[in-house]
C-alpha cells in the first residue's frame, strides 16, 4: 500500500460516530456492527480526516511508544482490513493541504495492535422497536410482533 | 401539590420515574443526587419501556457532567444502541425525503427524527420507535407511491375511512424499519384544514441532502405535551417530558408562547398546554410563558374541554367506555373543520372507520360490549373484596408493578387493529 494512498469513509453505506472514547461503525447494507477502540480509534479518525497513509502512521509513531516498522505494519494492515469490509474506499479526490504531524507535545502511550470487533449478528436487534418491541424482563428480549402488549 | 393521578395512569411519572428523569437532565450534583437515588431501586435485568427509552439521555448526560455509576457500562450499551438504531432509521428515512422532494411532495419531520436533530443535537440521546413524517393531506396518495417504491408497505389496508379518521399510518420496509406518515400533525385534531397554521409557520432542517422541514418551536411543544399528556395508549409517558425540557431550555429564549397559547385554544387543548407547563416549570424548572402564561390562564376554557382533559389524563380506556370519549372528542373537532353539525350516525361511522372494521364486526362488538363490560364490572367488584383497596383502571397505569410483582410492559393497541397514536 503507497504511503500517498488516501481513504475515505465509505458513506452513505457506513455511518459511524466517537462514543465514549470508542468509534462505533456501522455498515447500513450489510447490518454488520463495527467497535474501534484504542489504536483503531486513531486510524479511523485519520481516515475521516483525509489523512494519506503515511501521515497516519506518522502519527501513531508519534502517540504511542513503539517503534515505527511495527506501527506502520500494523496500521497498514488493520486499513486493509477496514477496506476488506468495505467499511472504506480509496479516495481520489485531490488532497488538501496536511497538518503538520503532531510529535512530543504529550506522553507516548503503549502501543496495541489495533483491533476491529465486527458484531454480525445485530442486524435484528438494531431494528428493535425500543417503544413497542422490547419486553421489560430480562433486557433485551424482543417481544415476537405478534405477542400482544 | 400532587402531580400525579397514580390511581388512574395518566401521563405523569411515577417518583421513580421522575429521579430517572431528573439523572438524565439535571446538571452537577442534582443530577448525582437523583442519580444515586433511582439506582438504588434499579435492576438492570429489568427494564421497562419507559427506562429504556431514558437511558441513552442519561447515559450523554452522566458523560457530559462527569458522573460515575455502577451501571455505566449498561447505559453506555444501550446508548450505542440506540444510536445504532437510529442511523438505521434515518438513512431509510433519508432515502424516502429525497424521493419525496424528487417528487415534489412537501415534507415535515416531527418528534423524534426531528428532535434529534434539531434540539438534541445528538443522534443516540433519543431513542424512537419509528420517524414521523407529515405530508400535506392532497399530497398523501403520492406519498404513499413513493414510500411503497422505496420498500415500504402499509401495516393496516389504507382507504377513505382511514384517511378521515386518522392522523397517520405506519409503513414498514421489509427489514421492519417504520415511518409512520402522517398528513395530520396531532392525534386529536383532524381534518381540513387542521394543519395549515403548522405548515405556514413550518422551519427548513437539513437532512443529508434532502430538503424537509420541521414544526417551529412552539408547534413541536404543542405536539409533545398533547401527544404526551393526551397520547395513545402506546405513548410511553415519560419521553415526552424529556423533549419538553429539551426543547424548552434549547429555544428558552425565542420560544414564541403567545403563539403556542394562540395554538392550544384554537384547537380546545389550552388546558391541555397549561396543565403539562405548569408541572415541567415546578418539578423541572423550566420557562413556561411569562405573561403569555398569564393572559392565557385568564382565558375561558370550555365545558367540553374539561371533560376531555379529565377523561383523557385519567386514562378512560380503563373505563367501560373504552375509547368512545376520545374519538367523541376527535369526531367533534372534525365535524367543527368538516363544516357539519356533529350527529349519532355520524359518530357511528367515525368509530367504525376508526377502529378499521366493516359494519358486520362493529355490530357484533357492540352487541357484546354489554356483556365484556359486566365481566369487567364483576372483575373490579371482586378484586375490590380481595384487596380491601381500589382497583386501578383496566390498563393500570404506565410501569406500574403488576400481580406478579414485576414491572409491567404500558399495553398497545395490536398490530390488528387500529389504535389512537396513528393507524397501525
Given amino acids: 500500500m503507497a504511503r500517498a494512498e488516501r481513504f475515505r469513509v465509505n458513506a452513505p453505506s457506513v455511518v459511524s460516530d466517537l462514543i465514549d472514547g470508542e468509534v462505533v461503525v456501522i455498515n447500513l447494507d450489510t447490518g454488520d456492527y463495527y467497535s474501534l477502540p484504542g489504536v483503531a480509534c486513531d486510524i ?26 511495527t506501527i506502520e505494519a500494523a496500521a497498514v494492515e488493520f486499513i486493509v482490513r477496514l477496506r476488506a469490509e468495505g467499511l472504506i474506499v480509496p479516495d481520489d479526490t485531490e488532497p488538501a493541504a496536511e497538518p503538520a504531524a503532531e510529535r512530543g507535545g504529550g506522553v507516548r502511550r503503549g502501543f496495541a495492535p489495533p483491533t476491529l470487533e465486527k458484531y454480525d449478528d445485530m442486524r435484528e436487534f438494531l431494528l428493535v422497536d425500543p417503544i413497542h418491541e422490547v419486553d421489560v424482563t430480562d433486557w433485551p428480549r424482543v417481544r415476537p410482533r405478534d405477542e400482544p402488549g | 401539590m400532587d402531580w400525579r393521578i397514580r390511581k388512574f395512569g395518566g401521563p405523569w411519572p411515577s417518583p421513580h420515574e421522575e429521579l430517572l428523569l431528573r439523572a438524565a437532565l439535571g446538571q452537577g450534583p442534582e443530577a448525582s443526587r437523583a442519580l444515586a437515588e433511582w439506582e438504588a431501586d434499579f435492576d438492570p435485568r429489568r427494564i421497562d419501556h419507559e427506562t429504556l427509552v431514558l437511558l441513552p439521555l442519561l447515559d450523554r448526560n452522566l458523560r457530559a457532567h462527569g458522573i460515575a455509576s455502577r451501571f455505566a457500562g449498561t447505559y453506555g450499551s444501550v446508548y450505542r444502541w440506540s444510536w445504532s438504531r437510529n442511523q438505521v432509521l434515518f438513512a431509510a428515512l433519508g432515502q424516502v ?153 434549547r ?28 408541572y415541567l416549570a415546578a418539578r423541572f424548572d423550566v420557562p413556561f410563558g411569562g405573561d403569555a402564561r398569564a393572559d392565557f390562564a385568564m382565558g375561558p376554557v370550555s365545558a367540553g374541554e374539561r371533560v376531555e382533559h379529565w377523561l383523557k389524563v385519567r386514562n378512560a380506556a380503563g373505563s367501560p367506555l373504552g375509547n368512545l370519549p376520545r374519538y367523541w372528542f376527535t369526531y367533534t373537532r372534525l365535524c367543527r373543520r368538516e363544516g357539519r353539525a356533529p350527529s349519532a350516525i355520524g359518530f357511528y361511522r367515525f368509530v367504525k372507520d376508526h377502529r378499521l372494521v366493516d359494519r358486520w364486526t362493529f355490530a357484533r362488538r357492540a352487541l357484546l360490549w354489554p356483556a365484556r363490560q359486566l365481566v369487567w364490572l364483576v372483575t373490579q367488584l371482586l378484586r375490590l373484596r380481595g384487596s380491601g383497596t381500589r382497583a386501578p383502571g383496566r390498563l393500570g397505569g404506565p410501569g406500574r408493578v403488576d400481580a406478579r410483582g414485576g414491572l409491567s410492559a404500558r399495553p398497545r393497541p395490536g398490530l390488528a387493529e387500529a389504535g389512537d397514536d396513528g393507524a397501525r
Avoid at chain 2, 167 to 196: M, Q
Avoid at chain 2, 251 to 278: C, I, K, N
Wanted: hydrophobic fraction near 45%.
Fill in chain 2, 251 to 278: 429555544y428558552a429564549g425565542t420560544m414564541s408562547w403567545t403563539r403556542l397559547y394562540e395554538q392550544a385554544r384554537e384547537r380546545r387543548l389550552g388546558l391541555t398546554v397549561t396543565r403539562a407547563l405548569d
Fill in chain 2, 97 to 249: 425525503l429525497r424521493r419525496l422532494h424528487e417528487a415534489k411532495v412537501a415534507t415535515m419531520l416531527m418528534k423524534g427524527a426531528a428532535l434529534s436533530r434539531s434540539v438534541y443535537g445528538d443522534l443516540g440521546a433519543r431513542a424512537m420507535g419509528d420517524c414521523d413524517l407529515l405530508v400535506p393531506p392532497a399530497q398523501v396518495d403520492q406519498a404513499e407511491r413513493v414510500l411503497r417504491e422505496a420498500g415500504f408497505a402499509p401495516v393496516l389496508p389504507l382507504g377513505a375511512g382511514l384517511f378521515r379518521t386518522h392522523h397517520s399510518a405506519a409503513f414498514r420496509d421489509p427489514v421492519g424499519r417504520e415511518i409512520d406518515l402522517h398528513w395530520h400533525v396531532l392525534t386529536e385534531d383532524i381534518g381540513p384544514g387542521a394543519d395549515d397554521g403548522f405548515w405556514a409557520a413550518a422551519e427548513p432542517l437539513a437532512w443529508d441532502g434532502a430538503t424537509t422541514s420541521t414544526l417551529c418551536p412552539a408547534d413541536h411543544l404543542l405536539l409533545i405535551v398533547t401527544h404526551g399528556a393526551l397520547g395513545g395508549l402506546n405513548t410511553a409517558p415519560v419521553y415526552w417530558i424529556a423533549d419538553a425540557v429539551v426543547l424548552l431550555r
Fill in chain 1, 44 to 69: 479511523w479518525s485519520g481516515v475521516r480526516r483525509g489523512l494519506s497513509v503515511g501521515r497516519i502512521v506518522e502519527d501513531l509513531v508519534g502517540a504511542y511508544e513503539a517503534d515505527a516498522a
